[in-house]
């Protein structure tokens, strides 16, 4: 028996035809970059996300930085971010030229603690970067309310968020601007590296896309020096795809988290993630804390069980970020859980069999730990 972390594999013969079909329109018109397939896909994300545009990029680190650079974050300014995430988050406020000022997670959650940051604005504050990890929605309501009221930009990481929503709307649409990443893991993922920036702001709209695109307004008409950070044809006809199937995918991922829940809910030794109000939650990862975690992920990986941690060590504790001299207990909730966070498989084909599967073997593990 073996129960895949992730399995690409599965989804992509329910679609096969579609997309090899896709891929063979992009090469015989040779649309490969910017053109058609790319403005089909734009207009349908930034239609059904909610937002006036949408800008396609390479990957979702670049969205990232090309958002940041664009509202203007730069040397010498501050970002506020959060503790817990892929090293994106933070490396690509660091890109600019700004510092990445960490924040702790909350316990419940897992998100940046809304209640710590206002102690972190400084006047050198411009912006705050909340992620909304694992598919869940950070508290953005409030961290909205914190960039109104100190006047900074905010900009929403939503690499595993495509299309979680808060009170019905949808992650990526509360602040300046929303990012997204569609590495082929992600809950809406490419065929290779591919990203996006959605936002209302007509000018932002228009610096990014230039920005994006070797500071160019028209060809050969450069406003300013940028980058070479452009998605391409094949991968956005590819993502026009999948695009007509996210909901139902990220309903069965909500539904899968929400059957984890009830089958652990006995099972003294894990705590199963708690689901916000007023909230969909897209589980993009499945995240337990368990007891003796190390044990548990060596005894489910001999039962053919594949398992992951997001992440091992909170970001300011990474060697990349040694110079700050931050100590475990600056980031207490995050540096408590890194050794009990525990990613079991999730995706949309999983078998409601392979996710009691997995329940029992977790149920197997702390019973031979009592004997
Ligand atoms: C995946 C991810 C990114 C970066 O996306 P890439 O497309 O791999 O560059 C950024 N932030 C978070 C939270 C992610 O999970």
């Known amino acids: ?66 958002a940041l650079d664009a509202v203007g974050i730069g040397r010498g300014d501050d970002v506020i971010t959060v503790a817990n995430s892929w090293i994106s988050t933070s490396e690509s406020i660091s890109l600019t030229g700004a510092n990445p ?15 710590k940051i206002e102690d972190k604005i400084t006047k050198y504050t411009k912006a705050i970067l909340p992620v909304h990890l694992y598919g869940q929605p950070a508290k953005i309501e409030e961290i909205k309310a914190i960039c109104d009221k100190y006047d900074l930009f905010l900009i929403e990481d939503c690499a595993q968020a495509h299309f979680t929503t808060s009170n019905g709307r949808n992650a990526g649409t509360f602040g300046d601007a929303g990012t997204f990443s569609f590495y082929p893991g992600k809950n809406l993922g490419a065929y290779g590296d591919a990203g996006a920036i959605v936002t209302n702001d007509d000018r932002l709209a228009k610096n990014v896309r230039m920005f994006a695109n070797h500071g160019q307004l028209k060809k050969h008409d450069h406003w300013m020096e940028g980058i070479n950070s452009r998605l391409d044809g094949i991968q956005a006809a590819i993502l026009s795809v999948k695009l007509g199937y996210i909901d139902e995918w990220n309903k069965k991922r909500n539904e899968h988290g929400k059957l984890y829940n009830e089958l652990l809910a006995d099972v003294e030794e894990v705590q199963t993630p708690e689901l916000r109000d007023n909230s969909f939650h897209t589980f993009h990862l499945y995240v337990i804390r368990a007891d003796n975690r190390d044990g548990l992920k060596a005894f489910l990986d001999m039962k053919g069980v594949e398992t992951a941690i997001h992440y091992p060590n909170p970001l300011p504790m990474l060697q990349a970020y040694k110079h700050m001299r931050y100590k475990p207990n600056d980031f207490p909730v995050a540096n408590y859980y890194k050794d009990r966070i525990l990613s079991l498989p999730m995706y949309p084909e999983l078998t409601e069999e392979e996710i009691r599967t997995v329940v029992e073997e977790i149920k197997n593990y702390y019973l031979t730990l009592r004997l």
Do not use: P, R, W
């Open 101 to 115: 000022v960490f924040i702790d997670i909350e316990e419940d959650f897992f998100n940046i603690d809304v209640s």
């Open 1 to 66: 028996m073996s129960i895949k972390f992730v399995d690409l594999q599965k989804q992509y013969v329910t679609i096969k035809e579609e997309i090899d079909e896709a891929i063979a329109k992009v090469v015989s018109e040779t649309a490969f970059i910017k053109g058609k397939y790319v403005e089909e896909f734009e207009e349908a994300f930034a239609e059904k996300i909610g937002a006036k545009h949408c800008i396609g990029v390479a990957n979702g680190t670049d969205a990232l930085f090309v």
